[in-house]
């Protein structure tokens, strides 16, 4: 798609690049959750940004009130009150682009009866195809350090042929996909691999370093 942001008009494929990305939308702009997220956002950015994602808002409002709007969120930072913020805020005020993109939420509207624009996440590879994609409802706040930790999940899987279990942090021991045989996964795996015994005596619960 094309559309204009704080940062002039793009198309989202040329401004995406060789990066990963990261694209969530908001409902309306001045609204107090959505200063949380964003705020949260702008302070995770460095983080983002050492692991080659771009990060991109959207909103469905105008490029001004975007411009206003990033004033409250630095001030809710405790930072000076710019226009600026580490990534750019896409103006959707027609929905179009939510709308295109599945991003309404059914059950909220606002004060003119219109489906509101849900907390979506993508994350998009840079082979520009979709990887993941989360849709919290419109009143509850994303938690910005997951989807950091799913990005790192996403990035190590790509490279490595490995899963990561529940809860997995960056140093944390990975599991061994149930389609490597194993006759291979010594080969495979340097580090070894350790299977946990279980009842059913079936060997699926494979670690590796």
């Known amino acids: 798609f094309e559309a204009d942001t704080t940062i002039g008009h793009i198309r989202f494929h040329d401004f995406l690049g060789d990066s990963w990305g990261v694209l969530f939308s908001h409902p309306r702009d001045y609204t107090p959750v959505c200063t949380t997220e964003l705020g949260r956002a702008a302070k995770l950015a460095p983080e983002f940004k050492k692991r080659n ?28 009150p710019t226009e600026t913020l580490p990534f750019a805020i896409i103006a959707d005020p027609k929905r179009d682009l939510a709308v295109k993109l599945g991003m309404l939420d059914p059950d909220e509207k606002d004060m003119d009866g219109m489906p509101v624009t849900a ?10 195809k979709l990887k993941l994609s989360i849709l919290y409802p419109a009143t509850t706040g994303r938690n910005f350090d997951e989807i950091l930790r799913v990005v790192d999940s996403l990035q ?20 061994v996909p149930p389609t490597v045989p194993e006759e291979s996964a010594s080969k495979l795996y340097p580090c070894g691999v350790f299977t946990k015994e279980l009842p059913s005596g079936k060997k699926y619960l494979r670690y590796t370093a």
């Open 53 to 80: 994602v771009r990060m991109i808002a959207l909103s469905i409002d105008s490029v001004q009130d975007h411009f206003g709007w990033s004033k409250d969120i630095n001030s809710y930072n405790c930072d000076e």
């Open 119 to 128: 907390r979506c996440v993508f994350i998009i590879g840079p082979d520009k």
């Open 156 to 175: 190590l899987t790509a490279v490595h042929n490995v899963a990561t279990p529940v809860d997995w942090k960056p140093g944390d021991r990975v599991m």
